[in-house]
Nanobody, 113 residues
Framework: QVQLVESGGGLVQPGYSQRLSCKVS????????MGWYRQAPGKQRELVAM???????RYSGFAAGRFEIDKDYDKSMIYLQMNALKPEDTAIYYC???????WGQGTQVTVSS
């Protein structure tokens, strides 16, 4: 059974950067079926960034130009580099494997001074 474990969340000041990691285990690593989502308090879960087969990663409008999704085949991990963070980026960030419909437990990112 696939397991996704996120890490790297925490408290960060506005304008600073944070890097999230997602470790995949229990299944074949298929980064092209993976992405990052987030859910802020009182809001629906939304796409942040995702890999797609045969093309460049897809980013939501708020993430384009500030966030970057990456992968490491050797470590079976994907990453989300977040730059120029804003208070409105505060949310729980989830790793998602859409081929299997799997979600991680999420990691809290709080952007505040």
């Amino acid at each position: 059974q696939v397991q996704l474990v996120e890490s790297g969340g925490g408290l960060v000041q506005p304008g600073y950067s944070q890097r999230l990691s997602c470790k995949v285990s229990g299944s074949r690593f298929s980064p092209n079926a993976m992405g990052w989502y987030r859910q802020a308090p009182g809001k629906q879960r939304e796409l942040v960034a995702m890999f797609i087969s045969g093309g460049s990663p897809r980013y939501s409008g708020f993430a384009a130009g500030r966030f970057e999704i990456d992968k490491d085949y050797d470590k079976s991990m994907i990453y989300l580099q977040m730059n120029a963070l804003k208070p409105e980026d505060t949310a729980i960030y989830y790793c998602h494997e859409r081929r299997l419909g799997a979600w991680g437990q999420g990691t809290q990112v709080t952007v505040s001074s």
